[in-house]
């Protein structure tokens, strides 16, 4: 295995879609990127205005084969609700479907940590205790100790020097439950740094639009920091203040629990 450090590349993409690369081509990778939509674009869009504050990435290969990637950059500029400083902070790390079990994510962490030696003090990163997704069990593995927690999300770090530990962002959002019958409103937070984030934005505005004038949606794009920073959240979707269950919630799934909430309020 060989791992390589970019400043931007689709194979990130592509290994987040679980794209097969034993038959790549472009035609094929057009097709895997279709699923994402504008999404694509604005994933990498961020990358190209993120590129300043240090964000870089690592992608792994077996042979000419991506196998899996790690996301990284300052703790100033990450794009979660955390506040530190002196740290390098994980937005992402994913591993192929097929090339689980063969350490690829330890190497992709254990590179990462020889980076961030060069210039800061430690690794912090948000995981999950109860998913496949930044699974936390993944980062004990591996040293990393739980600093913080907030709905159901541990806030992580792996120090070699005394640095001051990091922290959740203080939330501020404050939800509008309609007081008319058979209305309903979402508020919808979304980082392009996840292009499944991105995709669910999409995926509202459509369904949105579908049943008309019974919902109001506000959007919040939380790409800058300034703005993560008033609202304490980076990603989710909230019908009349309440979070959908859902990381990543499908047209359906977002459709049923509209026409659900809509259905109560008549």
Not at 15 to 42: H, I, M, T, W
Not at 174 to 192: H, L, Q, R, S, Y
Not at 205 to 217: D, F, P
Not at 238 to 245: C, K, M, N, V, Y
């Amino acid at each position: 295995m060989q791992i390589f450090e970019f400043q931007d590349t689709e194979e990130q993409i592509l290994l987040c879609l679980n794209y097969d690369f034993s038959s790549d081509c472009e035609a094929n990778r057009e097709v895997a990127f279709k699923q994402l939509g504008p999404a694509r674009d604005a994933k990498r869009f961020w990358a190209y205005n993120t590129l300043y504050t240090g964000l870089r990435i690592l992608v792994a290969y077996e042979g000419t084969s991506p196998v899996g990637q790690l996301e990284y950059l300052p703790i100033e500029h990450a794009p979660r609700p955390v506040t530190g400083e002196g740290l390098t902070f994980i937005n992402c790390i994913n591993v192929a479907p097929g090339a689980r079990g063969r350490r690829v994510g330890s190497g992709l962490l254990r590179e990462c940590e020889t980076k961030a030696r060069e210039y800061t003090d430690g690794l912090a990163v948000i995981a999950q205790p109860d998913s496949p997704f930044m699974p936390a069990r993944f980062f004990t593995a591996h040293d990393f100790q739980p600093v913080a927690s907030e709905d159901g999300d541990w806030l992580m770090v792996k120090t070699w020097d005394d640095v001051p530990l990091p922290a959740f962002l203080p939330r501020a959002y404050a939800p509008v439950v309609p007081t008319e019958a058979g209305k309903a409103v979402v508020d919808c937070f979304w980082c392009n740094q996840c292009p499944f984030n991105a995709l669910t934005h999409e995926r509202l505005k459509k369904v949105a639009q579908e049943l008309g004038e019974a919902v109001t949606v506000r959007e919040v794009n939380t790409d800058d920091r300034v703005t993560l920073e008033k609202w304490g959240i980076a990603n989710g979707l909230f019908i009349d203040g309440q979070p959908l269950a859902s990381r990543f919630p499908g047209e359906k799934e977002i459709r049923r629990k509209l026409e659900s909430v809509l259905a109560v309020g008549m």
